[in-house]
């Protein structure tokens, strides 16, 4: 959603670095549930409180364990690409106004990874370009909010879908 991201620098020098990028996984692999969930609170769910928080964190520990047995990367290869020492080398921000449908953008109020600022920001483009964009943002949520609060994400898709039919 924007042109960097938080601690750039320090995430690319980290993506650089021999052997870093499996690192997270062989420390994470062996962390029991209860430090699990404690990680997926810390960073994922920025504070909010998850209708499943079990179901979250048995996720990503799939997610962990399935990385881990594979050999893969901590970050997924499009992820990698994209990151530059200074500023993202690749974004869709300018492509924004091409969208020419209405789109609904769901942010989660407590994410830590995509700011209120930033969402704002794309919604605007699209808005600019003369095309119906709204933007819901979904209290007690963070970064994962189908998976937080799936009562609420749903609603707010059926009430837009309701408005955009019509």
């Not at 938080?6 to 870093?20: A, E, N, R, T």
């Not at 990151?83 to 974004?91: A, E, V, Y």
């Not at 898709?157 to 955009?164: C, E, H, N, P, R």
Request: include cysteine.
């Amino acid at each position: 959603m924007s042109e960097t991201v938080d601690s750039q620098f320090i995430v690319w020098l980290y993506i650089k670095i021999p052997g870093m990028l499996r690192m997270l996984n062989r420390r994470y692999i062996k962390k029991d549930h209860a430090a699990m969930r404690k990680l997926l609170e810390s960073i994922y769910v920025g504070g909010s409180k998850p209708t499943d928080p079990d179901r979250l964190t048995s996720i990503l520990e799939d997610e962990i364990k399935g990385k881990y047995h594979y050999g893969e990367n901590d970050m997924d290869d499009w992820q990698l690409s994209c990151i530059g020492p200074f500023r993202l080398k690749w974004t869709l921000l300018d492509r924004l106004p091409l969208i020419k449908c209405p789109t609904l953008w769901l942010r989660g109020a407590d994410s830590v990874l995509v700011k209120q600022f930033e969402i704002a920001n794309a919604v605007k483009r699209v808005t600019d370009s003369g095309t119906k964009a709204e933007l819901e943002v979904i209290p007690n949520a963070g970064h994962i909010l189908p998976l937080e609060r799936p009562e609420q994400v749903n609603a707010a898709v059926k009430a837009f879908l309701d408005k955009t039919h019509q």
